[in-house]
């Protein structure tokens, strides 16, 4: 809450929509979107949920990987509720979810003082997510979960939760 409040005192550098790196966040973080959708898409027709699961923890970040070298700038994913501990949120990743959680903002752009820009697009919890991070899960996937994630805090959400944010950052160089 502390964070939330702090983030809102901070000066939002108000960039307008022909903002290049505003731009290029938003692009980035759907084209991490379309190819992440894509490869769980795959997944989950060839081996349902459990083979999803593989998607996440060795495919996501390999997205991740190829989208930042490509790009110039870090893409990650991050949840407050987070499954892979390497995901979670920095002090400035933390702040914009929980002002994502506590007001109708599904996206954050900002310049720091050192020239490093930030930006965050919320990630909605999709039906299709249920499987995997609903309320209750199918023991299958709860088993291949507890192997795969021994410390998961990413279960629990109904459709249209926040599940957690794709953040980009853009260093000053």
């Known amino acids: 809450m502390f964070r939330t409040a702090v983030l809102l005192a901070l000066p939002l550098i108000s960039y307008g929509?022909?903002?290049?790196?505003l731009s290029k966040s938003r692009a980035l973080t759907a084209e991490y979107a379309t190819q992440l959708q894509a490869a769980l898409q795959e997944a989950l027709s060839a081996g349902g949920p459990v083979a999803a699961?593989?998607?996440?923890?060795?495919?996501?970040?390999?997205?991740e990987s190829v989208l930042s070298q490509t790009h110039s700038a870090?893409?990650?994913?991050?949840?407050?509720?987070?499954?892979n501990p390497a995901n979670a949120p920095d002090d400035w990743e933390a702040a914009v979810l929980e002002l994502f959680?506590?007001?109708d903002q599904r996206e954050f752009f900002e310049e720091t003082d050192s020239g490093?820009?930030?930006?965050?697009?919320?990630?909605t919890t999709g039906a299709v997510c249920i499987a995997c991070h609903g309320q209750e899960l199918a023991p299958e996937i709860e088993?291949?979960?507890n192997e795969s994630?021994?410390?998961?805090l990413a279960r629990g959400?109904?459709?249209?939760?926040?599940?957690?944010?794709?953040?980009?950052t853009w260093t000053a160089d």
Not at 77 to 83: A, E, I, K, M
């Open 116 to 123: 490093e820009v930030h930006f965050m697009k919320a990630i």
């Open 143 to 145: 088993q291949a979960l």
């Open 17 to 21: 929509d022909d903002s290049a790196l």
């Open 149 to 152: 994630y021994p410390n998961d």
């Open 74 to 83: 870090n893409i990650r994913r991050t949840s407050l509720r987070y499954r």
């Open 101 to 103: 959680a506590t007001t």
């Open 53 to 63: 699961i593989a998607v996440c923890k060795e495919q996501a970040p390999q997205i």
């Open 157 to 168: 959400y109904n459709p249209g939760d926040i599940r957690g944010g794709f953040s980009v």
